[in-house]
T-cell receptor, first 116, second 111 residues
Framework: KAGVTQTPRYLIKTRGQQVTLSCSPISGHRSVSWYQQTPGQGLQFLFEYFSETQRNKGNFPGRFSGRQFSNSRSEMNVSTLELGDSALYLCASSQGAASGRENEQFFGPGTRLTVL | SQQGEEDPQALSIQEGENATMNCSYK?????LQWYRQNSGRGLVHLILIRSNEREKHSGRLRVTLDTSKKSSSLLITASRAADTASYFC???????????FGKGTRLHILP
């Protein structure tokens, strides 16, 4: 099975711009989660999508949004970029069982976003 | 707020020695997981331990869980250079689907 893929791998933007990141989960996985990783804050949960619905959301401003398509691929969007948005954005997929929550996550390689 | 906190923040040991990392958390959990991250890459799942389990093994990895102390430890035996990475614990709180990661332990294996 192919792993989780994320595009693009690297991105440079300037303040005020917006950006869209893409994630393709492992085939058959219905849950996609997004994380922001910075040296100062570590891994911060952004949101999780399951069957095209946002199931959980972290404590990020409304500039951060996402969606999931019927094929489970997901995108996240950040509008009005700020310098502090520079980070590694990680996507993870899982089978997303409704119960049990043995939620092993399979991570993609990440998108390194730099905001100038 | 961070659910899991790893200790130590950084650890350097000689190749062949054992490495122990600890994780403490705040609320009751359904399960706890350990992940490894090589520099700037995605995380790799290592092992999952359920709240009703006390110890689990996977190859050179041994994980313990003490729910009364809300803590877990990850032991890597006979360390190798390839074990150099950051290690994160992640908790799945009861009645909550979110996985919450700690800030990680940076492990460096010296040749």
């Amino acid at each position: 099975k192919a792993g989780v893929t994320q595009t693009p791998r690297y991105l440079i933007k300037t303040r005020g711009q917006q950006v869209t990141l893409s994630c393709s989960p492992i085939s058959g996985h219905r849950s996609v989660s997004w994380y922001q990783q910075t040296p100062g804050q570590g891994l911060q949960f952004l949101f999780e999508y399951f069957s095209e619905t946002q199931r959980n959301k972290g404590n990020f401003p409304g500039r951060f949004s996402g969606r999931q398509f019927s094929n489970s691929r997901s995108e996240m969007n950040v509008s009005t970029l700020e310098l502090g948005d520079s980070a590694l954005y990680l996507c993870a997929s899982s089978q997303g069982a409704a119960s049990g929550r043995e939620n092993e996550q399979f991570f993609g390689p990440g998108t390194r976003l730099t905001v100038l | 707020s961070q659910q899991g906190e790893e200790d130590p923040q950084a650890l350097s040991i000689q190749e062949g020695e054992n490495a122990t990392m600890n994780c403490s958390y705040k609320t009751s959990i359904n399960n706890l997981q350990w992940y490894r991250q090589n520099s700037g890459r995605g995380l790799v799942h290592l092992i999952l331990i359920r709240s009703n389990e006390r110890e689990k093994h996977s190859g050179r990895l041994r994980v313990t869980l003490d729910t009364s102390k809300k803590s877990s430890s990850l032991l890597i035996t006979a360390s190798r250079a390839a074990d150099t990475a950051s290690y994160f614990c992640a908790t799945v709180p009861n009645r909550d689907d979110k996985i919450i990661f700690g800030k990680g332990t940076r492990l460096h294996i010296l040749p």
